[in-house]
C-alpha cells in the first residue's frame, strides 16, 4: 500500500508569512503526528492529532497549528514565520499512537528567509 | 519528565565491525523504546521497538538491542557493519502507546572501509 506522503516537499517563505504542510497517511491509520527536526535541536515533536482530535502536543508556540480531517489527512500551519522556523518538518502515521509503528513521510524542507 | 540521552553525535566504525550505538533514557515507569534510522532525504524507519515481554529485542538489518532497566539503557548493536548501514539512529522512548513520543538527538553512523 501506498506510503505516507507529504506535500510540498520544498518551501521557501520570508519571514512574517503563513505556510500550510499537507500529510497523507497510511490507509487506515487514525494517528498522524508531526515533527520539527533541525540541526541543532535534533527531532523534536509537535503534536498528534487522532481521530481528528488533538492528543498530544509538543513545547512549541500557538504559531504552530495543526488539523486532521475526517480521511485522516492532516495539514499543519505555522503563522508570522521566523528565520528559526527553518526545518525538515516530518510527519508520521501510526494505527492508534506513537506506541505502535509510526511510519514517517519523507519531509517538507522549510527555508524562511 | 521523560528523556533519552544517545552517547556520541557520530560514531564511526570499520566494515566488518561490531557496532554499538548507546541510549540511555530516563521514565516514570516502564516504558516503550525504540530504534529509528534515517537514511540521507528520507523519513524515519523503524528499526526495532520494545514494548514488553524478551528485554533482547531483534529488529531488521541484523540490528538487535538490549533493554537494561537497572541501566535504563536500550543499546543498539550489529556483529558486522555494512557500509550500507551508514546513516542516522535515533532511539526514542514513549510512557505508554498514547503518550508523547521522545527522541534522542541522533547518532551519526559512519561505516569506514
Known amino acids: 500500500k501506498a506510503g505516507v506522503t507529504q506535500t510540498p516537499r520544498y518551501l521557501i517563505k520570508t519571514r512574517g508569512q503563513q505556510v500550510t504542510l499537507s500529510c497523507s497517511p497510511i490507509?487506515?491509520?487514525?494517528?498522524v503526528s508531526w515533527y520539527q527536526q533541525t540541526p541543532g535541536q535534533g527531532l523534536q515533536f509537535l503534536f498528534e492529532y487522532f481521530s481528528e482530535t488533538q492528543r498530544n502536543k509538543g513545547n512549541f508556540p500557538g504559531r504552530f497549528s495543526g488539523r486532521q480531517f475526517s480521511n485522516s489527512r492532516s495539514e499543519m500551519n505555522v503563522s508570522t514565520l521566523e528565520l528559526g522556523d527553518s526545518a525538515l518538518y516530518l510527519c508520521a502515521s501510526s494505527l492508534d499512537g506513537a506506541g505502535d509503528t509510526q511510519y514517517f513521510g519523507p519531509g517538507t524542507r522549510l527555508t524562511v528567509l | 519528565a521523560q528523556s533519552v540521552t544517545q552517547l556520541g553525535s557520530h560514531v564511526s566504525v570499520s566494515e566488518g565491525a561490531l557496532v554499538l550505538l548507546r541510549c540511555n533514557y530516563s521514565s516514570s515507569v516502564p516504558p516503550y523504546l525504540f530504534w529509528y534510522v534515517q537514511y540521507p532525504n528520507q523519513g524515519l524507519q523503524l528499526l526495532l521497538k520494545y514494548t514488553t515481554g524478551a528485554t533482547l529485542v531483534k529488529g531488521i538489518n541484523g540490528f538487535e538491542a538490549e533493554f537494561k532497566k537497572s541501566e535504563t539503557s536500550f543499546h543498539l548493536t550489529k556483529p558486522s557493519a555494512h557500509m550500507s548501514d551508514a546513516a542516522e539512529y535515533f532511539c526514542?522512548?514513549?510512557?505508554?502507546?498514547?503518550?508523547?513520543?521522545?527522541f534522542g538527538k541522533g547518532t551519526r553512523l559512519h561505516i569506514l572501509p
Open positions: 490507509s487506515g491509520h487514525r494517528s
Open positions: 526514542a522512548v514513549i510512557r505508554n502507546r498514547d503518550d508523547k513520543i521522545i
